[in-house]
T-cell receptor, first 114, second 111 residues
Framework: GAGVSQSPRYKVAKRGQDVALRCDPISGHVSLFWYQQALGQGPEFLTYFQNEAQLDKSGLPSDRFFAERPEGSVSTLKIQRTQQEDSAVYLC????????????FGNGTRLTVT | LAKTTQPISMDSYEGQEVNITCSHNNIATNDYITWYQQFPSQGPRFIIQGYKTKVTNEVASLFIPADRKSSTLSLPRVSLSDTAVYYCLVGDDNYGQNFVFGPGTRLSVLP
């Protein structure tokens, strides 16, 4: 079956622009996570959804970052007024449920802010 | 939140067995130990998960001693394609923040 799909694969934005990154989780997966991964570093947690409810957004670095999952499936991570420090790979992961289910990751969106 | 410590890098040769140890001294009673593998330009991929003793699947084994303060991922007879970063995660099912990745171990398999 299809895995986690993220789009676009690459995004170049000029500083100050808004961007929207999309994640299509595996069908039926309840939990959805967003991570930010800088070059040479491990993924860093941003936010977590259980169905449409955003249960944890403590990892979002600033109020310029906003995530939603309105119907409990597709999720969008929006970054307003992008800054150069936002350049990173943004990874989305989904899992069947929260109880120790393995995370299934997409291949990420590489955001470059110029 | 249990913190993990892994070697930053390891080198091995094709055909050898590789063991990567992760320390998690403050692991909680409900925490599971999960390992992921990541290739360049890809998202992490689940390898194996365990709670105690030994777990084995088609790609790896996970050894967890009785005190659960460490765990060892064992990759039998590695090949060049096993060159990747390996992450150890420790957490339970309560909060998203429990899925915390450290810097991982960069394994280089040489011919």
């Amino acid at each position: 079956g299809a895995g986690v799909s993220q789009s676009p694969r690459y995004k170049v934005a000029k500083r100050g622009q808004d961007v929207a990154l999309r994640c299509d989780p595996i069908s039926g997966h309840v939990s959805l996570f967003w991570y930010q991964q800088a070059l040479g570093q491990g993924p860093e947690f941003l936010t977590y959804f259980q169905n449409e409810a955003q249960l944890d957004k403590s990892g979002l670095p600033s109020d310029r970052f906003f995530a939603e999952r309105p119907e409990g499936s597709v999720s969008t991570l929006k970054i307003q007024r992008t800054q150069q420090e936002d350049s990173a790979v943004y990874l989305c992961a989904s899992s069947l449920e929260m109880t120790n289910s393995p995370l299934h990751f997409g291949n990420g969106t590489r955001l470059t802010v110029t | 939140l249990a913190k993990t410590t892994q070697p930053i890098s390891m080198d091995s040769y094709e055909g050898q067995e590789v063991n990567i140890t992760c320390s998690h001294n403050n692991i909680a009673t409900n925490d599971y130990i999960t390992w992921y593998q990541q290739f360049p330009s890809q998202g992490p991929r689940f390898i194996i998960q365990g709670y105690k003793t030994k777990v084995t699947n088609e790609v790896a084994s996970l050894f967890i001693p009785a005190d659960r303060k460490s765990s060892t991922l064992s990759l039998p007879r590695v090949s060049l394609s096993d060159t990747a970063v390996y992450y150890c995660l420790v957490g339970d099912d309560n909060y998203g923040q429990n899925f915390v990745f450290g810097p991982g171990t960069r394994l280089s398999v040489l011919p």
